[in-house]
């Protein structure tokens, strides 16, 4: 293997003054952060929902509670069990509940269809389902497909004030509160060995082929926590600050930035069930005042959009950090967003495989726009050729991004090929192409994956996006490449474009953006075609969908075939 010229870690003289280059993390299962928190600040609130207050005396009796039920229902330590629940507090209580009775969790999207989420449980094993009722239908429809033994529901009105004691029972279901409330703590003994043990099976997003369940143990987990929080050591204070979860629980970045760090920091979780509903985000914000607003580049175009936003300004004056992550964020957007608000963004990166976070802008130092900042402590970067891993590529040149440290996953779930292909001794190919510059700060440029080849010449979709977001009629865009009928084996560049209000499709837009691109891009990277579109294929957290895009394509070739 060739010289690494990152082992050197420029990075490290660029942290902010109370980060530590390393950390000694501590071994043992996540549960322990809500035991911690609750001795030292039983009485303070764990979780705002809807002007409902639990505090975190609350909180780990319902999730004792949960853990005894669990057990008495058959989960011994080791088995699986699924969540499917928005941002309600239950998500938290099962969490937690499944870990203390020795369970890994399987957090499903409530946006899965009826194959996706039949293949999640049925990839997983899991034969227990915590779900909210709202999905009843979807999953009474697969559950005979399924391992399925039994099914705990729970509904949006079960935690807020003045709720319900016991709701009326469902034929073939288990109600969540009446289960809570039927129990006493009589918690399961257990050993856990924090280094293999698996504390999730966390999906990936499947934006290309099905997703893989990455085993993220935890010591994954609890390092990333532990880290993430002595990055933000110089503006967050245990048992003193709020944080707003607008971003979905059951994805890896709201799991562990939105929740399990702000348990180890004993912090009030102010929950947003609709991470789409800006009126109740703002809302919350005025209510809760949080210290902390973690979003995704979506979250902050569509706030941009609101023309009531400089109305909520003066609320947002108590946020101290406004991380953004999941997706590339244009500067574009950055730059707009701070003008309007007075806020600061912080970018960040990272993976499902990395438990996610592996980098972030200082938040006291030189924070550079466009760059996802400097890897966090214990973390090991380097950038590869991306079609030799074995290659280092200089400082300052492209290729795949390679990192080790304590948050990278074990491997696949039953899937040791795909281990293999990913994870090289305890190293970790991502996928994703990046650059680093001399100071040790690193810059996405896109995923491998959806590299475009137009005559051998290699395009970033990213970069053309950048392009485009600084055009003053675009409010959303995606490229992806799609085959060239004149030149067999090469690609032509199409862009989808989402237009602001009050600019109107034509031709002309049309030469008028192509011609905006050639004056800061090649000419192969010029957008052969460009398409309007009132909206772009987006997971639940905002990433683009390109797969997608490429799968209209497709379809679209195979119609003009067949006619």
Known sequence: MSENPYAKKPWLKFYDKDVPSQIDYP????YKFLDDATKDFGRKTAIWFMKRKITYNEFKDIADRLATALVDLGVKKGDIVAIMIPNFPQFLFSFYGIQKAGGIVTACSVLHTEPELAYQLNDSGAEIIIAWDGQLDKINKIRDRTRLRHVIITNAMDYIPNAPRNPPEIAGTIQFVRLIND????????????????CVLQYTGGTTGLPKGAMLTHYNLVSNCVATNAWMSSEIQRGKDTALTNLPLFHIYGMTVCMNSLIYNASTIALNPDPRDEKSLFEIIRSTKPAMFPGVPTMYMRLLERDDLEDYAKDLKSIRICNTGAA????????EFEERTGGKIIEGYGLTETSPVTH???IQGTRKIGSVGLPIPDTEVKIVDVDDYT???????SGEIMMKGPQIMKGYWNKPEETANQKKGDWLLTGDIGKMDEEGYFYIVDRKKDMIIVSGFKVYPREVEDILFEHEAIANAATIGI???DNPGSEKVKAYVVLK?????SDELVNEIREFCRQSLSPYKVPKIIQFRKELPETLVGKVLRKDLKDEEAKKRGEDEIY
Do not use: Q, R, S
Request: aromatic residues 6%; negative net charge; hydrophobic residues 25%.
């Open 27 to 30: 071994e043992y299962n996540i």
């Open 183 to 198: 129990t006493k703590p009589n918690l399961p003994k257990f050993e856990t060995n924090a280094k293999e043990d698996i």
């Open 328 to 335: 590339p964020m244009p500067p574009e957007v950055l730059k």
């Open 360 to 362: 972030v802008n200082p």
């Open 391 to 397: 290659k280092i590529m200089p400082i300052g040149e």
């Open 483 to 485: 085959p060239n009928p």
């Open 501 to 505: 209000d009050g600019y109107k499709e």
